[in-house]
Nanobody
Framework: QVQLVEAGGGLVQPGGSLRLSCIISGNLFSISTMGWSRQAPGKERELVAT???????NYADSVKGRFTISRDNAKNMVYLQMNNLKPEDTAVYYC????????????WGQGTQVTVSA
């Protein structure tokens, strides 16, 4: 099994910054890609950013240039640096991990609330 725990959410004003962190534990040998998703009230969950074991990253168009995903494999951590936050970034943010199995297995954290408001 794999466990993920997020931290770092909170209330921030528009234009501000937050850094989310996620620690992953358990049987990690199969984990390839890690990422962050978010779900706003009344909306479907959307993928925000991913990073592979090799460091390749992908971002949703809505966050490109503002968010940066990174990982520290030695510490089993993944981070999401969020800059120039907008009210539409308000959501519960979930850390996720994907195994390299076929079909893949997905693991999720419990989520952390990010609220962007004046």
């Amino acid at each position: 099994q794999v466990q993920l725990v997020e931290a770092g959410g909170g209330l921030v004003q528009p234009g501000g910054s937050l850094r989310l962190s996620c620690i992953i534990s358990g049987n990690l040998f199969s984990i390839s890609t890690m990422g962050w998703s978010r779900q706003a009230p009344g909306k479907e969950r959307e993928l925000v950013a991913t990073i592979t074991n090799g460091g390749n990253t992908n971002y949703a168009d809505s966050v490109k240039g503002r968010f940066t995903i990174s990982r520290d494999n030695a510490k089993n951590m993944v981070y999401l640096q969020m800059n120039n936050l907008k009210p539409e970034d308000t959501a519960v943010y979930y850390c996720n991990a994907k195994s390299s199995f076929i079909p893949p297995t997905y693991y999720w954290g419990q989520g952390t609330q990010v609220t962007v408001s004046a």
